[in-house]
């Protein structure tokens, strides 16, 4: 029987000093391991067997680190080194133990992703694969407005398909298709969080047989963007010029050229060929995927030459005055909506689409545009769409256009803008 190691106490083990391993009794193999200024506790046990050189199985000795004296009491490591020979008692090697809890405390910590981070991966890997930066910008903003404040910093694995309802829930009538988008959006991220292992499970934001039954579908109704009427074209940008910032510019912009919001947000100043009075938006940011030439009247290029200064350094020519990036549609949606409360207040009537009794956006300037082209002018059809770039149905037709009626276009514009610079 193995001598047992007298039991010292805690003012004996204080003064041990001495360079070496120190039983210090209470419990078989708890030892003191000096070295220099490190006093580390060690517990000395036999876990199992092993083979030894010769093939014979030897109990296999092991140290067992237990912690640092003096934070660690004796009293402490005596407590600690009679729960580890327990442990090996019940079959259990307690640093393998310890090191699969660690693993699997690794593996948690890496798979316990915020739905926000798994967004922002999933909104890098959409960066490389879409061509419109608009609808990049759209991922961003929609999530942040919508889905962040309630879901973004929550663990992904343990959100559920109720949770996800009733964030769409306030906006799922008011702003269907905007809440559809999102849907399909929040879709992509568990998808990915799916991919990863982060989530396990069926896909949370499915529509058939799981969010359906829950928001139910809505009776679709096609209607046009809200539009100003022309003749109150002027009278808006005369308040529009009242404004202060790159919002107010930008869509006076937009207003200027009628062209999409999209195309306006990612204008660069390399597309501008200021000598030929010409913007050349390439074909990956265009929606029908072909380059289109904008002729520029001359309140545009002077609009232009106006933002130059604090604009140019910037890589977009209506940045994001915090960021630099690109305006999102919120900035121009929210300029208009300040806008209309501020004229409600004056005339009672604010910047209302009368056929619809909605208040105008930044896209219905084009129907306005458009109206005004066909009940105002003398311009063919053909050139009228061209300036909005709309597909027209023969090809060969389109690319006589392109070229044929730029000049058409251009005095087109120039009309267009003397038009919004004069009262009628």
């Not at 981070?117 to 961003?140: D, F, Y």
Request: glycine fraction near 6%; hydrophobic fraction near 35%; include cysteine.
């Amino acid at each position: 029987m193995p001598k047992k190691s007298k039991e010292l106490s805690a003012l004996s083990v204080a003064k041990i000093k001495a360079t070496g391993r120190h039983s210090v009794g209470g419990v078989d193999g708890l030892c003191l391991n000096v070295e220099g200024n490190s006093r580390v506790w060690i517990l000395r046990a036999v876990v199992g067997k092993r083979l030894d050189k010769d093939g014979k199985l030897r109990p296999h000795r092991r140290d067992i680190g237990i912690g640092p004296y003096p934070e660690v009491s004796l009293a402490e490591a005596r407590a600690k080194a009679t729960e580890l020979r327990l442990q090996i008692r019940n079959g259990i090697d307690p640093i393998a133990y310890k090191q699969e809890q660690l693993e699997k405390f690794h593996i948690q910590k890496m798979r316990d992703k915020t739905f926000r981070e798994c967004a922002e991966v999933v909104i890098t890997n959409k960066t490389r694969e879409l061509k419109n930066e608009k609808h990049i910008g759209q991922w961003t903003s929609t999530l942040e407005t919508y889905i962040y404040p309630t879901l973004g910093n929550i663990s992904i694995g343990t959100i559920t398909k109720v949770d996800i309802a009733e964030v769409l829930r306030p906006i799922w009538a008011e702003k269907n298709e905007t809440a559809k988008r999102i849907r399909g959006r929040i879709e992509t991220i568990f998808d990915y969080a799916k991919a990863m292992g982060y989530f396990v499970g069926d896909n949370p934001a499915e529509w058939k047989g799981n969010l359906e039954p829950i928001l139910g579908n809505l009776k679709q109704e096609s209607r046009p963007h809200p539009s100003l009427p022309y003749e109150q074209v002027y009278e808006f940008i005369q308040h529009l010029r009242q404004k202060i910032g790159i919002s107010p510019k930008a869509l006076e912009f937009a207003i200027l050229t009628a062209c999409r919001s999209g195309e306006i947000f990612g204008a660069k100043w390399q597309e501008i060929d200021f000598k030929n009075k010409v913007w050349i938006i390439p074909k990956e940011r265009m929606k029908a995927e072909k380059e289109h030439r904008v002729p520029l009247s001359k309140e545009a290029i002077n609009l232009l030459k106006s933002i130059q200064p604090y604009s140019q350094p910037q890589e977009f020519i209506f940045p994001a005055p915090r960021s630099g990036e690109m305006l999102s549609d919120m900035s121009l949606t929210t300029l208009i909506k300040r806008m209309h409360e501020q004229k409600f207040k004056e005339n009672g009537l604010g910047y209302i689409d009368p056929k619809q009794n909605r208040v105008i956006t930044t896209h219905g300037f084009r129907s306005t545009f458009r109206d005004w082209s066909a009940d105002k002018t003398d311009y063919p059809r053909e050139v009228c769409e061209h300036v909005l770039a709309h597909k027209l149905p023969d090809e060969v037709e389109a690319a006589y256009l392109r070229g044929a009626y730029l000049e058409k276009r251009k005095g087109l514009m120039g009309d267009w803008a003397e038009f919004c610079e004069n009262k009628t």
